[in-house]
């Protein structure tokens, strides 16, 4: 069972629901992203994603390519990221999950990826722009070390998008509750609980809901009906806010807790 799988299993047998941050690495430097994966792990993180910097992230709002922005004037690669991933693996537990947009990977090398995520302490991998028609190649690298392939579904997934990404999935199925770019919402889709009732005739994989989510209210409002929230932009929005604080990784993981707080 991989990592994921457990800690997703543990919630299971407590009868909790689980808390998915985002944050972007690099933001705002790299040794910053290991302290901020420390705090999220302490703050009671089920899974963290740590997204790849890209120049042209489209599936993204405006904070997180700024976080993008900061983090690729830092000049530092995948390697890099892989390395710090390495560091705080010995000090933590919680899965992290490489959030990326298919472009770095394939410069990087997708072989050369799956070794070193593997070696690294990486759980898994969600590629936004790779469909899974197209996947499979990747996934069988992927499965060679034991890493999890995470898929995004969409309000207007068709069944039969539903059914191939349950065929292909492991680790989790990530929702996307409205179409459109990343980015805090003040009140969440309806469309979201229908795409994860949905998912559900499909799959017994756990589902996490993203995109919108901001506030502890949303995180209880989608608990209600998935298994976990993810938050990304409420958490980026906040780590530029704090930019050039001594206790930047500290305060990020106060909010994180406030933003759990219906979970406890």
Not at 38 to 59: H, K, N, Q, W
Request: proline share 4%; aromatic share 6%.
């Amino acid at each position: 069972m991989s990592r994921i799988a457990e800690s997703f299993e543990q919630l299971r047998k407590d009868g909790r629901k689980g808390f998915i941050p985002f944050i972007t690495a690099g933001d705002p430097d790299l040794e910053t992203t290991g302290d901020l994966l420390i705090e999220l792990s302490r703050a009671g993180a089920t899974v963290i994603e740590l997204g790849v910097p890209f120049s042209d992230p489209m599936a993204d709002g405006p904070v997180i390519q700024r976080a993008s922005e900061r983090a690729l004037r830092q000049n530092f690669g995948l390697a890099e990221i892989l390395e710090k991933t390495a560091e705080v693996r010995r000090i933590v537990d919680t899965p992290v999950v490489l959030f990326s947009y298919y472009n770095p990977l394939m410069q990087f090398g997708v072989e050369r990826l799956a070794r070193l995520a593997g070696s690294s302490g990486i759980d898994g991998v969600l590629v936004t722009d790779l469909i899974p028609e197209e996947a499979d190649e990747f996934a069988v690298l992927l499965r060679a070390w034991d890493l999890d392939m995470i898929f995004l579904v969409a309000p207007t997934s068709t069944d039969a998008r539903l059914q191939m990404v349950a065929e292909r999935a492991s680790g989790f199925i990530y929702a996307v509750s409205r179409a459109g770019v990343t980015g805090a919402q003040e009140s969440m889709s309806s469309e979201a609980e229908k795409l994860v009732r949905r998912m559900r005739e499909f799959s017994e994989l756990p589902v996490a809901v993203g995109f919108g989510i901001s506030t502890a209210a949303h995180v209880a409002e989608v608990c209600a009906y998935a298994d976990a929230a993810v938050v990304g932009s409420a958490l980026v929005a906040e780590i530029e806010r704090r930019a050039g604080t001594s206790d930047l990784a500290a305060k990020i993981g106060e909010f994180a807790r406030t933003l759990t707080a219906p979970l406890r």
